[in-house]
């Protein structure tokens, strides 16, 4: 059976919850994701957002995780990108956003 | 530019976006290798922009998409893009702007080496799109000669 396009989850565990992303993100489930990371950050919980396994992010999906960085800010709670992967990473520089997140660990270097 | 043409029409929904890119990263990826991406990103949020901003007026259901490959570049059109009224609408954001909107566009702008807008033929009132991109060794070369001048 092959992989789902997108995916995310909440993973469960001691810390903040954490939001695990993958596949490839874009127009079309962009509003999903924006969906699962807007609740808990309206009701003030940290939120941490794995991105290891994100094959693919356009434009839409790097406004919600600006979204996210704003809402938190806003929230006055942590808001974190984990282990972005080389997709994820290369847009993020292409928009020169990389420094605007909190980001922990990089793919293939996991958090230490 | 004279070269192989490869085309692909989908539905205008944002679900075929996906097929949209495995057409044409299958396409590209022996010609741009590592570079590919980026062409695929700037290709996607086109067709993106196309979806959620194209005006209804020009009544048009699909994304029709191609490719003209040659020994120097490859030219994207994307047919129907938008209507003369719409071009001044078009416009990238300030990145200082941390906010959603408008980065589809720099996106573009940024990744490709031409963007333009072509009236179609017949049908005048409609302009299509089209980006173009030199191959990774054409703008090696022309790199070359212009250091040499």
């Not at chain 1, 972005?84 to 996991?110: H, M, Q, W, Y």
């Not at chain 2, 194209?54 to 029709?64: F, H």
Request: net charge neutral; with cysteine.
């Amino acid at each position: 059976m092959a992989a789902p396009r997108f995916d995310v989850s909440r993973s469960s565990g001691p810390g903040p919850l954490t939001l695990v992303v993958s596949g490839q993100v874009d127009m079309a489930v962009s509003p999903r994701l924006w969906d699962e990371m807007r609740k808990p950050l309206a009701a003030k919980e940290p939120l941490r957002v794995v991105l290891r396994d994100v094959t693919y992010i356009d434009s839409s999906g790097i406004a919600v995780l600006v979204q996210g960085f704003k809402l938190a800010k806003k929230s006055s709670v942590a808001f974190t990108l984990v282990e972005p992967s080389r997709a994820v990473a290369s847009v993020l520089d292409l928009a020169n956003l990389r420094e605007l997140f909190d980001i922990e660990g990089t793919a293939g270097k996991p958090p230490a | 530019m004279a070269g192989k043409v490869f085309a692909l029409s989908v539905p205008a929904d944002a679900a075929h976006l996906v097929a949209v890119r495995a057409f044409f990263e299958a396409l590209l990826a022996p010609l741009f290798g590592d570079a590919t991406p980026p062409l695929i990103l700037a290709l996607d949020e086109a067709c993106s922009n196309a979806i959620r901003h194209r005006d209804p007026a020009l009544r048009c259901e699909t994304l029709d998409v191609s490719a003209e490959i040659d020994d120097a570049a490859v030219r994207f059109t994307l047919g129907s893009f938008c209507s003369h009224a719409d071009l001044p609408k078009i416009k990238p954001r300030e990145l200082a702007d941390v906010r959603p909107g408008g980065l589809g566009t720099y996106f573009i702008a940024k990744i490709m080496d031409k963007v333009g807008y072509e009236p179609e033929t017949g049908r005048p009132e409609r302009l299509a799109l089209v980006l173009e991109k030199a191959l990774p060794r054409a703008a090696d070369d022309r790199a070359r000669a212009a250091g040499r001048e």
